[in-house]
Each structure stands twice: as C-alpha cells, then as structure tokens.
C-alpha cells in the first residue's frame, strides 16, 4: 500500500510560479514510477509530466518548457515546479505512482487546487 499527500496548491496570478510536492509513504521501495495528471472544470484528467526511478522524464506539449518535474528519494518526496502560469493551467492537480507489484497498481493522492488568474 502507498499513500500519496499533495501539498502546494493555491491561488496564483498569470506569470506567476508554484511548487507542487507529492510526499510518499507506505510500500515506497515498490514504486516504478510517478508522475502529475490534472483535471480542469469540465475536462477529463490528463498527464502532465512523469518520472521514472532511473529520473527519465516526459511532459505534455501544454506544459513543455514551463513545467519541471524532479524527485529526492531520500525525501520520498516528487515535485512539480510550475512556471509562466496561464489561466489554463487551473485545475485539480494529482500525483501518481505506479507499482508493478501486485500485477500492475495505480495509486492516487486526493489531489491539490491550483487557481491561476488572470
């Protein structure tokens, strides 16, 4: 079982920058993978970067180049520094992590409110 915390949320202006952590515990040394996916009003969830336990990292077009995505194990802690916020990026932003215990397990923070205004 791994339990994931998000913390950093809020409200910020356009052009503005948050730091998003996603603290793990639990059966931590079973994760292969993390990642952030968000949900806007109205949308359905969608990724928005991940890393894996080698550091390889991919982004959605949407946030390339704004959006860095990092880990520091010796904090179980993931982290997502968001820069050059747009309206657009307001939603409910969740971390994620991936076993491939048990036969594969997604595993879901309850998420986190990022408001960016205009």
């Known amino acids: 079982q791994v339990q994931l915390v998000e913390s950093g949320g809020g409200l910020v202006q356009a052009g503005g920058s948050l730091r998003l952590s996603c603290a793990a515990s639990g059966s931590i040394f079973s994760i292969n993978a993390m990642g952030w996916y968000r949900q806007a009003p109205g949308k359905q969830r969608e990724l928005v970067a991940a890393?894996?336990?080698?550091?390889?990292?991919n982004y959605a077009d949407s946030v390339k180049g704004r959006f860095t995505i990092s880990r520091d194990n010796a904090k179980n802690t993931m982290y997502l520094q968001m820069n050059s916020l747009k309206p657009e990026d307001t939603a409910v932003y969740y971390c994620?992590?991936?076993?491939?215990?048990?036969?594969?397990?997604?595993?879901w923070g309850k998420g986190t409110l990022d408001t960016v205004s205009s």
């Open positions: 994620n992590a991936y076993t491939i215990a048990q036969g594969g397990m997604n595993y």
């Open positions: 890393i894996t336990s080698s550091t390889s990292t």
